[in-house]
């Protein structure tokens, strides 16, 4: 597929810490790639269902709604501002960058990153998530318009032959990009949004979970390849959370509305463990330091233990419909888990960011946090 225009999403976190001061980065840029669990409003300007740049989406972030599927700050959003709501140093150099300078039309719906930033401005990253987006290509078509994994690889090839005119020399280029942080979280679509949706996909008839775990891995370790060839050094690998327990799979099969769905989350782990074994193939590359967050612990413990995080409501999202959806939206919002039937409020996003820079338990990472790896 040709490209013939690309336009960007710098990286950014939550213009609520714009009056906080700018620490040091602590690496010069960020590559964030996946879904809906860290697309910053990359899904605004194209033709999708999967868009959430209206209230009460951005009800606590300080611009108002963004394109973030939450009340507020993404995990990425955490991890660009390790220690959210507090002085901290910036992970990267423009992860705090936030607005939109233009809106200019993409010539291919797997193009949809629409804000453009000019120069230097590239040299600190680039969101390329997008909601609904999948690993698979077919992935979240009943949504519409979206950029699977491959276009956002496709647009960070792009980004990288912008970024050798802007510092002249391709070693120069790689040297910078050596040092960068990639973030991907990808996969959680491609359970909800294909294998567990029959009336859409067939996949959960052609495949049983280890099949399709493989097949997703297939692809998965192809892009990961191409990232690394053009670059990647210091990648993070972040693992599917638990899905079978979010309020709408909750709504839709669990006996009781309470208890998660363990054939949902059972296939999740085995992609997961797919994913560890991806970093360890992976590290074997010359110059290469993959690491796997494993967000699936890092959730279970946040529902086991909910009362020690100040979580009263495990089950049901603080805006929405239905029966685990909530009401819109709720005034106990630090509260809830969820925002959505589908996503994870502010406050446990800060849990999550926070845990994947810096791991709380030895089982929250492997091999290493996001703080290890920015210091390499």
Same mark, same amino acid.
């Given at each position: 597929?040709?490209?013939?225009?690309?336009v960007?999403?710098?990286?950014?976190?939550?213009?609520?810490?714009?009056?906080?001061?700018?620490?040091?980065?602590?690496?010069?840029?960020?590559?964030?790639?996946?879904?809906?669990?860290?697309?910053?409003?990359?899904?605004?300007?194209?033709?999708?269902?999967?868009?959430?740049?209206?209230?009460?989406?951005? $009800?606590? #972030? /300080? =611009?108002?709604?963004?394109?973030?599927? +939450?009340?507020?700050? %993404?995990? @990425?959003?955490?991890? &660009?501002?390790?220690?959210?709501?507090?002085?901290?140093?910036?992970?990267?150099?423009?992860?705090?960058?936030?607005?939109?300078?233009?809106?200019?039309?993409?010539s291919?719906?797997?193009?949809?990153?629409?804000?453009?930033?000019?120069?230097d401005?590239?040299?600190?990253?680039?969101?390329?998530?997008?909601?609904?987006?999948?690993?698979?290509?077919?992935?979240?078509?009943?949504?519409?318009?979206? $950029?699977? #994994? /491959? =276009?956002?690889?496709?647009?960070?090839? +792009?980004?990288?032959e %912008?970024? @050798?005119?802007?510092? &002249?020399?391709?070693?120069?280029?790689?040297?910078?990009?050596s040092?960068?942080?990639?973030?991907?979280?990808?996969?959680?679509?491609?359970?909800?949004?294909?294998?567990?949706?029959?009336?859409?996909?067939?996949?959960?008839?052609?495949?049983?979970?280890?099949?399709?775990?493989?097949?997703?891995?297939?692809?998965?370790?192809?892009?990961l390849?191409?990232?690394?060839?053009?670059?990647?050094?210091?990648?993070?690998?972040? =693992?599917?959370?638990?899905?079978?327990?979010?309020?709408?799979?909750?709504?839709?099969?669990?006996?009781?509305?309470?208890?998660?769905?363990?054939?949902?989350?059972?296939?999740?782990?085995?992609f997961?463990?797919?994913?560890?074994?991806?970093?360890?193939?992976?590290?074997?590359?010359?110059?290469?330091?993959?690491?796997?967050?494993?967000?699936?612990?890092?959730?279970?413990?946040?529902?086991?233990?909910?009362?020690?995080?100040?979580?009263?409501?495990?089950?049901?999202?603080?805006?929405?419909?239905?029966?685990?959806n909530?009401?819109?939206?709720?005034?106990?919002?630090?509260?809830?888990?969820?925002?959505?039937?589908?996503?994870?409020?502010?406050?446990?996003?800060?849990?999550?960011?926070?845990?994947?820079?810096?791991?709380?338990?030895?089982?929250?990472?492997?091999?290493?946090?996001?703080?290890?790896?920015?210091?390499?």
């Open positions: 597929m040709e490209v013939r225009r690309l960007w999403l710098v990286a950014a976190v939550s213009l609520a810490l714009a009056s906080m001061a700018r620490g040091d980065p602590q690496v010069p840029c960020y590559f964030i790639f996946g879904d809906s669990l860290v697309d910053n409003g990359n899904n605004n300007y194209i033709v999708s269902l999967a868009r959430a740049n209206y209230p009460p989406y951005g $009800i606590d #972030f /300080a =611009g108002g709604p963004s394109g973030r599927f +939450t009340n507020g700050l %993404t995990t @990425v959003d955490v991890i &660009g501002w390790p220690a959210a709501r507090s002085h901290a140093h910036t992970l990267a150099a423009h992860s705090r960058r936030e607005g939109c300078h233009a809106a200019l039309p993409a291919d719906l797997w193009i949809a990153v629409i804000c453009y930033y000019h120069g401005q590239l040299l600190g990253g680039a969101n390329f998530a997008s909601a609904a987006a999948g690993i698979r290509a077919e992935t979240g078509q009943q949504l519409g318009g979206r $950029i699977p #994994f /491959a =276009g956002q690889v496709q647009n960070y090839q +792009t980004a990288v %912008t970024l @050798v005119n802007i510092l &002249g020399d391709q070693d120069t280029a790689s040297d910078h990009l040092r960068c942080i990639f973030s991907i979280g990808m996969g959680s679509n491609d359970y909800l949004n294909n294998y567990f949706m029959p009336a859409f996909y067939n996949t959960g008839s052609r495949y049983n979970p280890e099949q399709f775990a493989d097949a997703l891995i297939a692809d998965y370790r192809r892009y390849q191409v990232l690394y060839n053009y670059g990647a050094r210091k990648v993070v690998m972040i =693992g599917v959370g638990q899905v079978g327990c979010s309020p709408n799979e909750l709504a839709r099969y669990s006996a009781d509305g309470v208890t998660c769905v363990d054939r949902i989350d059972g296939a999740i782990q085995m997961n463990r797919r994913l560890v074994g991806l970093v360890d193939e992976f590290n074997a590359l010359p110059g290469a330091h993959f690491t796997f967050i494993n967000a699936y612990n890092i959730f279970a413990d946040i529902l086991a233990n909910a009362a020690s995080y100040g979580f009263t409501v495990t089950n049901a999202g603080c805006c929405g419909v239905g029966r685990n909530g009401q819109a939206p709720c005034a106990n919002r630090d509260e809830h888990i969820f925002w959505d039937a589908f996503h994870p409020s502010e406050a446990a996003n800060i849990i999550v960011g926070r845990r994947s820079y810096r791991a709380g338990s030895p089982n929250d990472v492997y091999p290493m946090d996001i703080s290890t790896l920015a210091a390499i």
